[in-house]
């Protein structure tokens, strides 16, 4: 009945703890340098692929933020949306950025509109495109246990 | 290196359209893929190739020479992204439909338009490809 | 306000996701989406007000300088496209509310409908041939997504023909932008018009014909409309009223606002051809429809016939046939819708919609007939109605400039749509119905399709009898084109 590889099962558990967070380092890192939104969702999709093949399309979903595909794209499309709206209020265009830097005892912490654009872009990302894997995922599984559902 | 781009925009474009031309559903849908590949590299070639140079320079240095426009660059990844997001759904949609119809020749499939039996008249269109009447729930 | 240039494209994008959100709880679901297209209708008759006074809204995303930013630029001809893409919206919705073929209600119906409305609107107001390219994609995905929704063999089948047909003329139109970035370095409309002529003559016609080939793809023009009756009749009635009103006609404003406007004059053979084109695809759709027996197949071909009409304004290349383009494809939108949704009225008081099922409407709803013949009759042409004064601008233009085989063809093919018009006329409700059993159906669910049936049809009415409001606009609008 279960064919899935032990192997590949326990080594998910930590790798798609290390993939999420690796998804999370690009994403903050695209403020400066190469990476960002898309790239990080990305990789957060492949983690979500690997739970997917290991331990069922089902369990996957259940991963993803609030337990469905559709939420995170759902929460990323306003979030880029609303990004945009701060620049508005100060009578400048739609999608007019802000930043600003945060002092904190010894770090400086850097907070932009920007940020939070790349935010929804990587939920938008990873709930699409997750979405999209797992229900091909899923038709895989149909097969192998015998037919559509 | 424009001769290059050339070569590989002309390759990827002819056996795309080769595969787009097969009756096989899974190939046109491949086909398709590879297609929006050459078009890509026609667009990265629309802003220069000369330079592997960053296009984007730290304040205060010097503008570079001969470096590629970014704009091509920034349109190709936008385009690309939107490719990747139509050859999932053709391929989700060509499974589906090879799964359903039974068939991935383009020829047999003709669900949506039956092939008439008639010179003159048009074919009816077999019930269940219908919408249901009267509606659940309703006389 | 200049915000509220990014309205058609930012409140249907927004409603998406908010009916996405509350996809578990189908009547929320519904009454958000008409808040949500009554809010978008608010917003385009908002925009109207503002560019009726001679006023072009402009936003430039980013508050970047102006060739370089992506702009939203709203003038008379896209306020007035984005009014009439926010009417099908409210209709489309509201439509859905009955049990007139409306479908399975699929929880993402609600949300591509809006992303189909998002592409259209943002299609109409950009001033940037990528941003262009970007919404005609958006507006692909989501009426691809709303073909293949039902997952009935014959709707995926559908769905492939228009995907692979479409996603042909994206290429098309993307290799397109590719050559026209690559010759002149700009994409804002603004910098491409003044960038234009220096461009060789004959390298600007090779990539001018590449963009008008990939919009003729996506407008249904002949001969390559294949992908459009193959594919429409598989749709939910709503829907199909929708992207059947909408999807091509952003094709033609595409293809008006590059070869009409940004572009003008284009070399001069363009035009030439395009009439011929134009031509043809008047006379092959009404042929196609003449053939059909199903309605919605009759009603599909006569969009192509219709997109010839259309088309053959932007091929006199005058004033005159730009303001006659735009007032005959606002009137042919709602017109159009109208024949969708008036034959879904026909399936589910009938049950059917092939015309040789079914028969004796004109017993049991005589006033239906009253409702059929005002957009029936004005498709056709008949005086006074909207069709009457479209074709009137257009051919009086076309004769103007001595373009007599044109103007015979179309006389010859409004002949011809009266043809079909009558053969709907005559089955549907004049024949006895073939089955003497019959009884019509007596728990339906009409009464909002009743209100946008005879709301759209209270359009093309006051279009009819007061034309001058909307002749005086166009004309307005169609001097703005080509004089930047």
């Avoid at chain 2, 787009?20 to 046109?28: G, K, N, Q, T, Y």
């Avoid at chain 3, 027996?293 to 071909?301: S, V, Y």
Wanted: hydrophobic share 60%; proline share 6%; net charge neutral.
């Amino acid at each position: 009945m279960n064919s899935r590889i032990v192997i590949l099962a326990v080594v998910a558990r930590p790798l798609y703890l290390v993939i999420l967070l690796a998804s999370l380092w690009v994403l903050l890192r695209g403020h400066n340098e190469p990476g960002g939104g898309f790239i990080g969702g990305l990789m957060a999709v492949s983690a979500t692929i690997l739970w997917g093949v290991a331990h069922g399309t089902t369990a996957a979903r259940a991963r993803l933020p609030l337990g469905d595909a559709v939420w995170p794209a759902v929460i990323g499309l306003l979030l880029a949306a609303i990004s945009g709206v701060p620049g508005l209020l100060d009578g400048e265009a739609y999608l007019t950025h802000r930043a600003w830097t945060l002092a904190f005892v010894s770090v400086e912490l850097k907070l932009s509109t920007v940020l939070l654009f790349d935010i929804g872009v990587y939920l938008a990302v990873w709930g699409a495109l997750a979405g999209y894997a797992l229900a091909l995922l899923a038709v895989d599984e149909q097969e192998q246990e015998g037919g559509p559902a | 290196m424009i001769w290059a781009v050339a070569a590989a925009l002309w390759v990827s474009l002819a056996s795309g359209v080769y595969l787009c031309l097969s009756r096989d559903v899974f190939r046109v849908a491949l086909g398709l893929a590879v297609v929006g590949a050459g078009v890509n590299l026609a667009l990265l070639a629309s802003g220069r190739l000369g330079s592997v140079q960053p296009a984007v320079v730290p304040k205060g240095q010097p503008f570079l020479e001969l470096a590629s426009n970014p704009l091509p660059q920034a349109l190709v990844l936008t385009a690309i992204v939107i490719g990747f997001a139509l050859v999932c759904f053709s391929l989700a949609l060509v499974l589906g439909l090879i799964r359903d119809a039974g068939t991935d020749d383009a020829l047999e499939l003709r669900a949506a338009e039956p092939v008439p039996g008639n010179d003159i008249k048009p074919p009816a269109t077999d019930p269940a490809h219908e919408p249901e009447w009267p509606p659940e729930g309703r006389a | 306000m200049s915000a509220l240039a990014t309205a058609p494209a930012i409140v249907p994008l927004a409603a998406a996701a908010l009916v996405t959100a509350v996809r578990s709880r189908p009547r929320l679901q519904q009454a958000l989406a008409m808040a949500a297209s009554v809010a978008l209708l608010g917003c385009a008759l908002a925009l109207l007000a503002q560019v009726a006074a001679g006023e072009t809204v402009v936003v430039a995303f980013g508050g970047w300088p102006s060739p370089m930013a992506i702009e939203f630029v709203v003038d008379r001809t896209a306020a007035a496209l984005v009014l009439i893409t926010a009417l099908m919206g409210v209709a489309a919705v509201l439509f859905l509310a009955s049990d007139a073929d409306v479908g399975d209600r699929h929880p993402l119906l609600l949300p591509l409908l809006f992303g189909v409305l998002a592409g259209a609107g943002g299609a109409f107001v950009t001033g940037d041939l990528f941003n262009l390219y970007v919404w005609f994609e958006v507006m692909l995905i989501c009426a691809l997504g709303l073909l293949a929704i039902g997952a009935r063999v014959d709707q995926l089948d559908a769905s492939f023909k228009y995907l692979a047909l479409n996603l042909l003329g994206t290429l098309l139109l993307l290799f397109a932008v590719a050559a026209v970035y690559g010759v002149t370095g700009h994409l804002n409309f603004t910098a491409l018009a003044g960038a234009a002529p220096a461009v060789a003559p004959g390298l600007w016609l090779a990539v001018l014909t590449l963009l008008m080939v990939a919009f003729l793809v996506k407008a249904g023009a002949f001969p390559v409309y294949a992908w459009l009756p193959a594919s429409y009749h598989t749709l939910p009635a709503p829907v199909l009223a929708l992207i059947a009103g909408l999807l091509t006609k952003v094709g033609i404003y595409a293809l008006l606002r590059t070869l009409g406007d940004v572009f003008s004059p284009a070399p001069a053979v363009l035009y030439e051809v395009l009439g011929w084109v134009a031509a043809a695809t008047m006379l092959f759709g009404v042929l196609g429809a003449a053939y059909h027996w199903d309605m919605r197949r009759i009603l599909a071909f006569h969009i192509i016939s219709q997109v010839g009409y259309i088309l053959l304004g932007i091929a006199l290349a005058s004033v005159a046939g730009y303001a006659a383009t735009l007032f005959y494809t606002l009137h042919h939108i709602v017109v159009k819708a109208n024949l969708f949704l008036i034959a879904a009225i026909i399936w589910r008081l009938t049950g059917s919609y092939d015309l040789r099922r079914i028969g004796g409407l004109y017993v049991t709803r005589p006033w239906m007939t009253l409702l059929l013949l005002i957009p029936a009759l004005s498709l056709v042409g008949i005086p006074p109605l909207s069709g009457f004064w479209a074709k009137l601008l257009l051919l009086q233009e076309a004769i103007g400039q001595g373009r007599v085989v044109w103007t015979v063809v179309a006389l010859v093919v409004s002949v011809l749509t009266l043809y079909s018009m009558m053969k709907i006329w005559m089955e549907a409700f004049w024949k006895r119905h073939p089955d003497a059993e019959w009884q019509p159906p007596a728990d339906t669910q009409l009464a909002p399709a009743w209100a946008v049936t005879v709301g759209l049809a209270g359009v093309t009415v006051w279009i009819s009898l007061y034309p001058q409001a909307l002749l005086v606009y166009v004309q307005a609008a169609a001097a703005t084109l080509g004089g930047r």
